[in-house]
Every structure is written in structure tokens, then in C-alpha cells.
């Protein structure tokens, strides 16, 4: 059979009016793509902040979840030996009018009253942690009460050879007749401040940081001892070592003054094993380890330099001292944040390292040359004092702003805390 060629005409399709109906077809077929986008970002995007959301508000929780202690330590803590410090206290008037305001920031205030320093909380900021049984109702303590027995004790002053600051007293009082109690924590009053305080007054004493390790080394030796029990012995971490949180005593017979450091605020003490330890805010956000007993012992090392540079009177010839390696001190910091360590025994071996890293008693320490470095500083460049700074403050504080803000702890759910 022959091919029609005629059968099926080909005809021209006619050509469009217009290119409008296209263009439209087309891009109502984009819009609704790009709609389709948007709502999935949209959604995944609230979908991963409400996980953000739960994971914080959880961490948070954690965070502020009370700190457990050993059963021995907790018999120290016995409601009737609060109370009778507390009762005994409270017939005291309370002169508030007659407090100085001496320090305090974020969770409270500190005031000084004749020889006693008496710190305040802020509860809506920072919640109290831990709670006291009670047959009526159970009654919310801020955790350097119990933290500070255990460690310090009840001493109306610090002993000669005290390595923790201790308790002088503490009691529930309202600030005036209308408000609601609050709690009030006692310690004695150190005059010499904290290691901060006494970095700054060394600075006029033009010492080098040679004659600065050789003078206080034997300080830091002990404060590591101190560490390796509260760790060992209690089974607790500071969880907030810093220059602040060291205070000097000072005895009129010492033969070298500021030697005598104690350990001091006592409101972060966690046990060992806290899941807030492992948190994301810590570990994470922070660049904590996971063994808060390694993260103490360095950190007390990273304080005990940085108090060296800021008393040294060079702190150049400090700076390049300090990267190079080369003086005893920078050597026991860099074992310490870069050497092997085991938590349970962290403090100790530091101790054990700093006592065969002896320093060097005498001598002008050799200037090294900055180079390149100043020359950075001049450009507005990262220059070595400012790399120092950094390297010494890296982990040295835990922020939880992303906690909070993600946490929404502001005015609308404020912070998580578990049941008393
Ligand atoms: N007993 C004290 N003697 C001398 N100074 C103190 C004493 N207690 C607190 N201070 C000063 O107040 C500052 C804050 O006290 P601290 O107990 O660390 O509370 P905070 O929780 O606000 O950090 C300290 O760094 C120190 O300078
Ligand atoms: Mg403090």
C-alpha cells in the first residue's frame, strides 16, 4: 500500500497570540517550587530550634542541678548544724546600713562588715542548686554552703595552714522587714584579696619572672596538693579555678608575704561524675574536658602563669620566654595543656612535674628578640602578647549564652532547676 502523502497534512502550528500565558505558566510553576523550599527550610529550621531549645533547656537543668556529696560529707551538713549556726547568727543584728560593698556581679553581691565578708544571691540569675531535707518542706541552699563545710569548715578564721577558705557562718535573713528571707553566706576577711589583687601590687616590686616563680612556686605546689584531695579524697571538682578565686592570707610573722594561697567560692563544686560535666555547654560551647579533674588541674596551672606575667615586670621577655619553652615555669604549662593526663590523677601529677621542674633560683633570665611579632602589633596585627593572652584564657570559663539564649531563660521561661 502506497503512502498518502496526503492523508495527514503537515500543518504549521499556528503561531501564539501572545507569550504571556507562558511566562505565566511558567513562573506560577517556580513560585510554587520556591514556596515549597521555603516552607521545608522553614519547617526544618524550627524543627532544629526546638531541638536546640530542649537541648539547652536540658543542659541547663543539669547545669543547675544540685551537687551530690559523699554520705560522710553530707552528715556535716545536717540540717541541726545549719540551723544552730544560722540560729546563733540571727541574734546578731543585721546592720545592713553599716555593710561596704566590696565586689559581686552576676549571681550576688559581696559586702565587707568589719572582719567578716557576707555575700548575697541572686536566685532569678542563678538558681540555688542544692536543697535541705526537711520533714515540713524542703528548703532550697545555695551549694557553697554545704561545698565550703566540707572543704573549709566552720572557722571564724583561716589557719596557718589552711588550703580551703572557710565558713564563718550563714543564715536565711530578709533584707528588711517586708522582703522575703535570703540567704547569707560568712567568710573572714582577707585583707590581701585575691590573687589578681596581688599580682597588681607586685608590679612596683620590679621582678622578673624568675625571682616571681622562684617566690611563689611552693604556693602553687600546695594548691595542687589541695586539688589532688578535694579531687581524690571528696570526690570534687571547683569547677571554677581562676585568679579571682584564689585568695592570699597574710600572717605578720610570714617571711614571705603572699605565699599563703587558699582556695576559695566554693558555689560551682560538683561531684565528679555530674552530667553537667559532659553537658554541650561545657564540653561544646566551652572547650571543657569531660573530666572536670583535668580541666581543674590545668586551669590552675594556666592561673598560676598568668598571675607570673601579670606581676612580671617584663612582659615581653615574659611572652617569649613563654612560647619558646624555655623557662621552667613555661615548661610545666605546656606539659600540662599538651602532655598526657589522666583525670583521677591530674593534680598530683602536675604537682609531681612542677616538683622536678624546680625554677631557677638566680640570674637574669636571657631577653629573647620579638622580630616579627612587634611588628604585627604595630600593624594592628595578632601580635605575641596578644597570642599569649589568648593561649592562657582558652578554657579558663564556661559561657552558657547560647544556653540561655536558646534556652529562652530570659523573662519567659527563665532557668530550669530540677525538684528540691
Ligand atoms: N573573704 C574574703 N576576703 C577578701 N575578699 C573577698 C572575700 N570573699 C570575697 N572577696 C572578694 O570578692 C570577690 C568575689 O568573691 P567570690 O567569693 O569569688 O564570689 P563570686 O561568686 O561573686 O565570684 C573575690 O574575688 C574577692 O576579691
Ligand atoms: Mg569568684
Not at 572536670?292 to 615574659?318: E, G, M, P, Q
Not at 601529677?349 to 622580630?371: H, K, W, Y
Request: glycine residues 6%; hydrophobic residues 35%; aromatic residues 10%.
Amino acid at each position: 500500500m502506497g503512502f498518502e502523502e496526503t492523508a495527514y497534512p503537515y500543518t504549521k502550528p499556528a503561531r501564539r497570540s501572545s507569550w504571556r500565558p507562558e511566562v505565566k505558566q511558567f513562573s506560577q510553576r517556580r513560585f510554587r517550587f520556591l514556596l515549597r523550599c521555603t516552607v521545608a527550610a522553614a519547617v526544618t529550621g524550627i524543627l532544629f530550634l526546638v531541638a536546640l531549645h530542649r537541648q539547652y533547656r536540658h543542659d541547663l537543668q543539669e547545669k543547675y542541678s544540685a551537687t551530690i556529696f559523699s554520705n560522710d560529707s553530707e552528715r556535716r551538713i545536717h540540717r541541726s548544724e545549719w540551723e544552730a549556726s544560722a540560729g546563733s547568727l540571727a541574734e546578731r543584728p543585721i546592720q545592713r546600713e553599716e555593710w561596704k560593698r566590696i565586689g559581686g556581679g552576676w549571681e550576688g553581691e559581696i559586702f565587707l562588715y568589719e572582719d567578716t565578708v557576707i555575700k548575697t544571691f541572686v536566685t532569678t540569675r542563678s538558681p540555688l542548686r542544692n536543697c535541705l531535707d526537711s520533714s515540713s518542706s524542703p528548703t532550697r541552699i545555695p551549694t557553697e554552703i554545704p561545698a565550703t563545710l566540707v572543704l573549709g569548715g566552720l572557722q571564724d578564721e583561716v589557719a596557718e595552714d589552711a588550703d580551703f577558705l572557710p565558713l564563718k557562718g550563714y543564715l536565711l535573713a530578709p533584707a528588711t522587714e517586708t522582703e522575703p528571707a535570703s540567704w547569707l553566706v560568712l567568710t573572714p576577711y582577707l585583707p590581701s584579696g585575691n590573687l589578681q589583687n596581688v599580682a597588681m601590687r607586685l608590679r612596683s616590686e620590679n621582678l622578673n619572672h624568675r625571682d616571681l616563680d622562684a617566690r611563689f612556686r611552693p604556693s602553687l605546689n600546695r594548691l595542687l596538693g589541695a586539688l589532688a584531695r578535694m579531687h581524690g579524697e571528696h570526690g570534687l571538682c571547683h569547677d571554677d579555678i581562676k585568679l579571682s578565686n584564689v585568695f592570699v592570707t597574710d600572717y605578720l610573722d610570714a617571711t614571705v608575704s603572699d605565699t599563703h594561697w587558699v582556695l576559695a567560692d566554693f558555689g560551682n563544686v560538683r561531684e565528679v561524675t555530674h552530667p553537667y560535666h559532659s553537658s554541650v555547654i561545657c564540653t561544646r560551647d566551652s572547650e571543657q574536658n569531660a573530666d572536670c579533674r583535668i580541666n581543674d588541674a590545668v586551669r590552675l596551672i594556666k592561673t598560676y602563669v598568668t598571675f607570673l606575667r601579670l606581676a612580671s615586670i617584663d612582659t615581653v621577655s615574659f611572652d617569649s620566654a613563654f612560647w619558646a619553652e624555655i623557662e621552667p615555669w613555661s615548661e610545666l604549662y605546656w606539659s600540662a595543656v599538651k602532655g598526657a593526663r589522666l583525670g583521677s590523677g591530674a593534680a598530683e601529677s602536675f604537682q609531681d612535674n612542677s616538683l622536678s621542674i624546680a625554677p631557677i633560683r638566680s640570674g637574669e633570665p636571657t631577653p629573647q628578640v620579638e622580630g616579627a611579632w612587634s611588628l604585627g602589633c604595630l600593624l594592628g596585627l595578632p601580635c605575641l602578647a596578644q597570642r599569649t593572652e589568648e593561649e592562657m584564657e582558652r578554657g579558663m570559663f564556661v559561657t552558657e549564652d547560647k544556653a540561655r539564649l536558646f534556652g529562652a531563660t530570659g523573662t519567659l521561661l527563665g532557668v530550669p532547676t530540677g525538684e528540691c
